[in-house]
């Protein structure tokens, strides 16, 4: 039988359960991916061997902590190829990082009449973050449009991006259309007409290798959880001389130089965002499952999900009735499959999955413009991660068919 | 297990009420009415009551969702139409306990009706916001009324 990716599924023994008196077939990665014993064993290893506060202390589990702690920011610079640890945040999540780089940065370079540019595809924490930019600067928010087959369309992108546009603010690979943007031909337009551009990467970093230097971004942003680590931990990368220029979202111990009683002076990059005591035991295992993921290569992780989709996508849309978000070409999808079944509620449609044991995602997907644009009110989602295995996407395949059966002849 | 435990849910008479519901549309003489939203599905459902002598004359619902919230919001029609409002209000908590996997008693369990097989919606805690988000406003809407009257 097929064991993923490098036999990979033995070591997430979460999938090795009966959901409803079936085998669990786990196809909602794009919500959150499921954790190999590496990196629960990492959290375990910290707190009973190093746990202790970073940063201060100058005994020996404070020294073990920080080294890993500061280890793993090294690791997550390695893994997008920033050019330097300094420009590697840690922060709770992606939705805090962008919120920190609207609040902080976007409140410093937006001002009266520019206009700040997102997508029709974008998940919520894209666009609260910079409608709130744009209400108190009295700023314009625009949408750049999709193509008839749900790509971003990149003619509306060179219509909207011009010299007023001061924020260009773009999913990498969206969270329910399962595109993949051209963030560095959008980085040289943002670029060419004196924008900053902001790549949400909560959907890419996980599936594909990622370069931030190649794509020129000025900020980028992902979740551990949706790439092997637990809640809690997310990251910010950012350019060094605008996270210079960028005030700290927060204050408090750990990012300040020195204290006086009226006024501070805060410490060096990184550290000048990092209030408070961070999620030190996150960090570490956002670090062992970045050695997780480059020991299975990400090269591999991306032809292996891309042979599942080449599988899965023509059989989904071979079944009568179903309409697939985002391209029918494979070969611009990634592993998340958007759908809907004609005269079924895509929550009913969950339900019956779920009792075949398949965990499937079923509403707006935090994307309600999107459904707007759309013109659906929520769909199905499946999404896979390289531990799937074609016969998880027979399971499911079949299982669509089962529940369409189920609905068609009322009682069976 | 597989598709069988589905039957549990998917009670004939609710896949009827989703596929063909009763007092769909707006009362345009309604004397109250609410719209509430599902935020984590996107589920909308306007229902609209006329209260006369402090009973239930007409109420009816619109809007669009899962099977389980459009035939619950259909039974729960047929359940408080011509009720006096305390004992509407009355019924909405039962119903509410119902699916939350209480007992209720056998007199409201009665004048419950067809609506009392949505109770089945407790084995199944992730659609139990389904079920009861009709219930949810006309309870708000007989809130409102009550607080009126009491004026």
Known sequence: MDKGLNNSRQDFPILNQQVNGEPLVYLDNAATTQKPLAVLNAIMDYYQHDNANVHRGVHTLAERATESYEASRDKVAEFINAPSRRSIIFTRSTTESLNWIAASFGNLVVSEGDEIVISELEHHSNIVPWQQVAQKQHATLKYIGLTADGELDIQSARELITDRTKIVAIAHASNVMGVVNPIKELAKLAHQHGAYIIADGAQAAPHMPIDVSDLDVDFYALSGHKMLAPTGIGVLYGKEALLNMMPPAQFGGEMIDFVHHQDASFKELPWKFEAGTPNISGAIALGRAIDYLNELGMDNVLAYEKDLVKYTLPRLLAIDGVRVYGPPDPDKHTGVLSFNVWGLHPHDLATGLDMEGIAVRAGHHCAQPLMEYLNVEATARASFYFYNTQQDADRFIHAITAVKEFFADGIS | ?151
Not at chain 2, 31 to 53: A, F, W, Y
Not at chain 2, 95 to 112: K, M, P, R, W
Request: one cysteine or more.
């Open chain 2, 1 to 151: 297990m597989g598709l069988a435990k589905l039957n549990e849910l998917y009670k004939e008479v609710i896949l009827e009420n989703a596929q063909h519901p009763k007092h769909y549309g707006d009362l345009p003489q309604a004397t109250g009415k609410l719209q509430l939203r599902n935020p984590t599905c996107g589920d909308v459902i306007n229902v609209s009551v006329l209260i006369d002598h402090d009973q239930i004359e007409d109420l009816s619902f619109s809007g669009s969702g899962c099977t389980i919230s459009q035939a619950s919001a259909s039974l729960m029609t047929m359940a408080l139409l011509h009720q006096p409002v305390s004992r509407a209000r009355e019924l909405v908590m039962a119903f509410s306990h119902l699916i939350t996997g209480e007992s209720i008693t056998s007199t409201d369990e009665d004048a419950l009706g067809d609506a009392a097989l949505v109770g089945s919606v407790a084995e199944f805690p992730a659609r139990i916001k389904c079920a009861a988000l009709a219930w949810h406003a006309v309870d708000e809407i007989l809130g409102q009324k009550g607080a009126d009257f009491n004026d």
